[in-house]
């Protein structure tokens, strides 16, 4: 898949946010990468570039106090040859791009692994009404 396709496809994932969601992301860039950086590969405890599909870096909205300003953008890594390597086909590269589009929302959102993994697993990432 071409990068500028796959990118689309992020663009696709974060269009599809409901509003009370979408109007909350405050300094955070998102942005792709073909693969993550060695200090990236670090901060999530891997050493396979293969297994990191994403990567959020920053202060969750919830650590967020009255004194945060002034900082620099959080960011979330969607890291492009892993998801394509993962997927046999181009339905799966997108599905795959919004699953890890909102597991690292989730972490921004101030969610930690073991409830993203629940609220997937249960299906409510793409729930409207569901927190997340």
Known sequence: MKRERFEKLVE?????LP??????????SIVVADWAAPVQLERAGLSDPHRLL???????????????YGVL??????FRVPIEEMSASD?????????TVMHE????FGMDEE?????MVDGAEGDEESEF
């Open 19 to 28: 509003h009370r969601f979408a109007s909350r992301l405050e300094n955070v």
């Open 115 to 119: 409830r993203i993994r629940k609220r």
């Open 54 to 68: 994403g990567l959020y870096e920053g202060i969750p909205l919830t650590e967020r106090h009255r004194g945060y």
């Open 73 to 78: 953008p959080d960011r979330i890594t969607i």
């Open 12 to 16: 696709e994932a974060l269009a599809s």
């Open 105 to 108: 929302l989730g972490h921004f």
């Open 91 to 99: 339905e799966e590269i997108r599905r795959q791009v919004r699953e």
